[in-house]
């Protein structure tokens, strides 16, 4: 019943800019931390970026600087602001949310979005 969303990847030139977006919806009492998690061919997935419902964010090193992570939480979104994108950031990048729903309200799991693809190549 609760589904992540995510939108806004694409092809991009290397040194532009995109923006992910990702948006929870269905029977949710509250959405708590939320991040970006990245598979790139032949790499491990890795944590791109996260965010606390307080707004405390943290950064995987190669990306620090460059991209940015927010959120609304009136909106249960949570978005990816990526600059000065690299042939390396190109992955399948997913939205990842720990979410309490209504049947629940005091215990959160682990929900994820269905992935968007980010090629960065001239």
């Known amino acids: 019943q609760v589904q992540l969303v995510e939108s806004g990847g694409g092809l991009v030139q290397p040194g532009g800019s995109l923006r992910l977006s990702c948006a929870a919806s269905?029977?949710?009492?509250?959405?708590?931390?939320m991040g970006w998690y990245r598979q790139a061919p032949g790499k491990q997935r890795e944590s791109v970026a996260t965010?606390?419902?307080?707004?405390?964010?943290t950064y995987a090193g190669s990306v620090k600087g460059r991209f940015t992570i927010s959120r609304d939480n009136t909106k249960n979104t949570v978005y990816l602001q990526m600059n000065s994108l690299k042939p390396e950031d190109t992955a399948v990048y997913y939205c990842n949310a720990n979410i309490a729903t209504m049947k629940a309200t005091y215990s959160s799991q682990a929900y994820w979005g269905q992935g968007t693809q980010v090629t960065v190549s001239s």
């Open positions: 269905g029977s949710i009492f509250r959405v708590y931390a």
């Open positions: 965010i606390t419902r307080d707004g405390i964010t």
